[in-house]
């Protein structure tokens, strides 16, 4: 007797969300797995400077401020994007169930690590010489506006939610 996998249509959603969103950030940073798998493993890109200038624009920025912190960015952008989607009743099925719950409470998640990631930021730049400082303050000041972004979008949901 062959065992059937039951497959859950929000599984299969979520799954494919996923891979489309793994997809949209190596497009965007020109980066393959094995090249962010190397580079995590204090591998080194494999290229020399003269290479590292000529490339994209795009992979340059998420390459300064880090593939780490171009997933938190994009997922806010995602998070504020999914804002006007969101119904006044909760829809437990279907894709209705990304923006009515996984979205709030990823924002709200997702306003702690951007607090947290702005304080480590802060924290390192101490340690670096005054040469390397604004790679830290564009982070800090990126992550600022997309914190205000956030809360803009998220705030009006979460003071209702408060206020009932």
Request: proline share 4%; glycine share 8%.
């Amino acid at each position: 007797m062959s065992r059937h996998k039951v497959r859950y249509p929000l599984a299969t959603g979520c799954r494919i969300f996923w891979n489309t969103y793994l997809a949209l950030f190596f497009t965007a940073s020109n980066l393959t797995m094995r090249e962010t798998i190397h580079r995590s493993a204090g591998r080194g890109s494999g290229g020399n400077e003269a290479e590292m200038t000529a490339v994209n624009p795009m992979k340059r920025f998420v390459q300064h401020i880090g593939e780490l912190r171009a997933v938190l960015a994009f997922t806010v952008l995602v998070c504020i994007a999914l804002y006007p989607f969101s119904a006044s009743e909760i829809r437990y099925t279907g894709w209705g169930f990304v923006p009515d719950v996984i979205a709030p409470v990823l924002s709200l998640l997702l306003v702690f690590g951007l607090l947290l990631d702005m304080l480590m930021s802060r924290v390192f730049m101490f340690d670096v010489d005054k040469t390397r400082r604004g790679r830290f303050k564009l982070i800090i000041v990126l992550e600022v506006l997309l914190l205000a972004g956030l809360l803009t979008a998220w705030g009006p949901f979460y003071l209702a939610l408060l206020n009932t």
